[in-house]
């Protein structure tokens, strides 16, 4: 058996804990509830403050935790690289010997800073190993030269089966579209797609979402909704989110155009519940929804495009159920919690076979 240092920047027991009792999507935790199959037992980090406030505060916390940690580990696995900065140039500069292992959640870039751009070259240096979500962002990040091939892995990072499972046999569908998020959603165009089209659609986000004020965004759009559409800010739960988006007739997944998988969670929930969807037409997506005729894309706020592919699946219900199954199907054979703990847990015994050597 071998430990590793868990880093995520949420309350990793509670969620870990919660999962256990059938209310949280295993997923979210990137292969913490399965690693333990493969010989894997994970050392939790914990974070007494808000991690989102005071990076630097952060990083100083992160890197005594993990230096002085009293329990021992041989690698550090993290869900993103956010906050174990310092660490991370210690690995770089020799100073630090366990290997490192990160998600990386958009592809690496190359500051225009030239002192940033030197930093940055010598940061990457410090991650043994890193893990995409989609071919499109690990061959961006080869082509800045930072990353190595041998490196860089893109995971299957699916759906938690078991925990959709439970809430499929609960569903009461209500044949509506539905769409949950709170990062990057171009709720805008969705709405007013929505109020031409006389489809019941319902909202679900936060007054504040990442880097965005929902609140004060979408006042005008408030004021203006017709009475098919609902938008709702809760303070919810994943597990409530889930549910909600369990009787969907299809999900929307509106999102604003930048550069990384902007929405990705929610098609993953999609494929879970077996519901098609209607997305943003994200290039950095490891699933392409109409190659897999799982769901229809629009291009980014492309209002006439939505109103399109809502009016089809209102029309054509039965297309709408079909798409829902292969999406269903394809978490089943390629996508999903148990493919990608696999393919996690084979890069790290790897790198740990060749370090023992």
Request: aromatic share 12%; glycine share 6%.
């Amino acid at each position: 058996m071998t430990k590793i240092y868990f880093y995520h920047m949420v309350p990793i027991r509670k969620f870990y804990e919660e999962w256990k009792k059938g209310f949280f999507p295993g997923h979210l935790l990137y292969g913490l509830t399965h690693l333990e199959k493969y010989g894997l037992i994970p050392v939790y980090h914990s974070i007494p403050f808000n991690p989102y406030k005071g990076r630097f505060r952060l990083m100083c916390y992160n890197l005594m935790s993990i230096l002085f940690s009293k329990e021992s580990f041989e690698a550090i696995y993290a869900v993103t690289h956010v906050g174990l900065e310092l660490i991370i140039l210690l690995r770089a500069l020799g100073l630090y010997k366990k290997p490192i292992f990160v998600w990386h959640h958009t592809a690496v870039s190359i500051p225009e800073n030239v002192f940033i751009k030197a930093l940055s070259g010598l940061f990457y240096k410090g991650i043994d190993k890193l893990f995409f979500f989609s071919k499109p962002l690990l061959e961006q990040s080869l082509k800045t030269g930072k990353v190595r091939k041998e490196d860089a892995f893109v995971i299957h990072w699916g759906p938690d089966l078991d925990f959709y499972d439970k809430l499929i046999k609960e569903r009461i569908p209500e044949g509506k579209l539905i769409s949950t998020g709170r990062e990057k959603r171009d709720f805008i165009t969705l709405i007013h797609a929505l109020n031409k089209t006389g489809m019941p659609g319902d909202i679900y986000t936060t007054v504040h979402g990442v880097h965005i004020d929902y609140g004060e965004v979408l006042k005008e759009e408030l004021k203006t909704m017709k009475p098919n559409v609902h938008l709702s800010f809760v303070d919810a739960s994943h597990y409530d989110m889930a549910r909600i988006a369990n009787n969907a007739y299809v999900i929307a997944i509106s999102c604003l155009d930048f550069p990384y998988t902007v929405g990705l969670t929610s098609l993953v929930e999609a494929m879970g519940l077996g519901l098609p969807v209607i997305t943003t037409d994200n290039p950095a997506f490891p699933i392409d929804a109409e190659r897999e005729e799982t769901g229809i894309k629009v291009s980014y706020g492309n209002e006439e495009a939505w109103i399109k592919a809502i009016d089809y699946l209102q029309s054509h219900p039965e297309r709408g159920a079909e798409m829902g199954k292969n999406a269903r199907k394809l978490a089943e054979k390629e996508y999903n919690l148990d493919i990608c703990t696999e393919e996690i847990a084979t890069v790290l015994k790897s790198a740990f076979h060749r370090r023992s050597k």
